[in-house]
């Protein structure tokens, strides 16, 4: 098996938004509604929404590839004010969860970090998503607040708030 972490390019999007809906019917239709889920993914994985944040400077979009196949994603947002980095998604498709991906995307996400001088890596996960809070505890997450957020449309969004700090750069010159 093949393991590649990329960016995301504008080629990438449908094939992206596809993963998308995929890993949120699996992991999401017993914590919300179909509706609630229809309406998340129609915000966050418009094709113009995901063009847009592509050419931000201050979110990356990274992919795992599996043998070439798309099988994982990660889009994260530097915090400049609290010298943060938020993991807006990280998702891996069911069938190649427990192969590492996850946590090779964590690591990109905190490469990027690290290259911005953020000091934490912050994530949002719903509050009954116990396998996602357990996967993050184990990679040194803690729950730092409870957020009940409305987000239009009659739904909210019922999460922890887990943080976990970056270890500093070492420098090459000591």
């Known amino acids: 098996m093949h393991i590649e972490v990329l960016p995301v390019t504008v080629d990438d999007i449908d094939s992206l938004t596809t993963l998308a ?12 509604s179909p509706a609630q889920i229809d309406y998340m993914l129609a915000q966050r994985y418009a094709p113009q929404r995901l063009r847009e944040e592509l050419n931000l400077p201050t979110i990356w979009w990274d992919q795992a590839r599996v043998d070439g196949r798309l099988a994982g994603f990660a889009s994260c947002v530097q915090l400049l004010e609290r010298r943060e980095m938020k993991i807006d998604k990280l998702y891996v498709d069911p069938d190649h969860q427990r192969q590492g991906l996850g ?6 996400v905190a490469a990027h970090a690290q290259t911005t001088d953020c000091q934490t890596l912050i994530l949002a996960v719903n509050k009954r998503n116990a396998p996602a809070i357990a996967a993050y505890r184990r990679y040194g ?25 970056l270890l500093p750069a070492i420098s090459r010159d000591r």
Not at 103 to 108: C, E, K, S, T, V
């Open 21 to 32: 809906r995929r890993i949120w019917l699996a992991t999401y239709s017993k914590i919300i």
């Open 103 to 108: 946590g090779r995307l964590l690591a990109a």
């Open 141 to 165: 997450f803690v729950i730092r607040e409870e957020v009940c957020i409305d987000i239009g449309g009659g739904f909210v969004m019922d999460d922890y708030l887990m943080a976990r700090p």
